[in-house]
């Protein structure tokens, strides 16, 4: 039911369904207004995220050192190369979104779906990379000790090369089993999973290998003064650098061990500080939150441009609607790639 504004004899209808304010249609302005609450929410977090690694700047993990992995080159180095590649593909999932759109306004059905179709697929790929992501963060690769205090600490050579756990730690004749419902009466149900070597075992190991190192989570930045410090590693970025200790230093940082961190959960991060850990799974996953709701709805519309909809109805505007928001979403990605991968 329309509002209506009545002036002497003259009766005025404002808005009965059919005006177009700003020239936009009333699901296009819905849209935006989506858009624009949606963009406060990424902000507040990015904000949060901003403000926290300002605070433990000394601390947090280098991103270099962190998404290393390329599917399919197991053992090799690849600092940010996937990252940047899933990057690529969002980026260019935006682009045949445009071509989708404006082959809607050209009424050509058959190229709006196959660039729906692209687009799809594009999400899909980027979706099941971030999954792959993840699963690579969350399993870690070279493993860590928290000490007593909260700290991390890790192992390099003299060389400053990082050390695997599993390299050097061995196994001691204890036997240990995890407490399993099928194994005691009382269980525990938030017990955390045994990891793959005890801090005994770790200490043991470390004491047997006199050419080990420990490196900390201070962050030194690339001083004149810093450089002349023989503690600094190369590194993989030449502007910051963590301290690595002396061996009686080590000794000392190992003895004061209290937990075996093996990959990164909400509790424990074997890179750095725990809050990293926090904000990268609470943001990113809610970006490919956004990402899967968009190709679930891409694939929607897709199936009415394939089933002749919007060619009956002789408009496209559902393809220009959902191409705001996917547009949206890549350029979300571009602020948290800069913060989490960049910066």
């Given amino acids: 039911m329309g509002a209506t504004v009545t002036t002497g004899n003259n009766t005025e209808n404002t808005w009965g369904g059919e005006n177009e304010p700003m020239g936009a249609s009333y699901g296009k302005l819905m849209m935006w207004f989506f858009i624009v609450s949606d963009a406060l929410t990424f902000s507040g977090f990015l904000a949060a995220y901003g403000f926290s690694r300002f605070k433990f700047i000394d601390n947090w993990p280098i991103a270099d050192e962190v998404f290393t992995h390329f599917p399919f080159l197991h053992g090799v180095e690849a600092p940010m190369y996937y990252v940047a590649l899933m990057t690529f593909i969002l980026i260019f999932s935006s682009v045949t979104m445009v071509l989708a759109v404006d082959a809607g306004h050209n009424m ?45 600490i890790q192992f390099v050579n003299k060389e400053g090369e990082r050390v695997k756990l599993a390299d050097f730690v061995e196994h001691l004749p204890a036997q240990r089993e995890a407490l399993t419902r099928d194994k005691a009466i009382w269980f525990m149900k938030d017990e955390e999973s045994i990891p793959t070597y ?31 410090n023989k503690k600094l590693e190369p590194g993989l970025n030449q502007n910051k650098k963590r301290e690595i200790l002396t061996r009686a230093e080590s000794e000392i940082m190992v003895a004061n061990g209290a937990a075996v961190v093996e990959g990164a959960n909400l509790k424990h991060n074997e890179y750095g500080s725990k809050l990293f850990a926090d904000f990268f799974f609470f943001i990113t996953g809610f970006h490919g939150f956004h990402v899967f709701s968009g190709v679930v709805i891409n694939f929607i519309i897709f199936l ?40």
């Fill in 108 to 152: 050509k059905q058959k190229k709006v779906a196959f660039y729906m179709l692209l687009t799809i697929l594009g999400g899909l790929i980027f979706v099941g990379s971030q999954a792959w992501e993840w699963k690579n963060f969350i399993k870690g690769e070279f493993g860590a000790v928290e000490t007593k205090g909260g700290s991390i």
């Fill in 198 to 228: 005890t801090v005994a075992e770790v200490k043991a190991s470390f004491k047997a290998h006199p050419e080990l190192l420990i490196r900390t989570e201070k962050i030194y930045r690339d001083t004149a003064e810093d450089r002349a």
């Fill in 304 to 343: 009415n441009v394939v089933l002749g909809t919007y060619e009956k109805r002789r408009t496209y505007e559902m393809v220009e609607k959902v191409g705001l928001y996917w547009h949206f979403v890549d350029l979300v990605w571009v602020f948290v790639f800069t913060f989490f991968y960049l910066v």
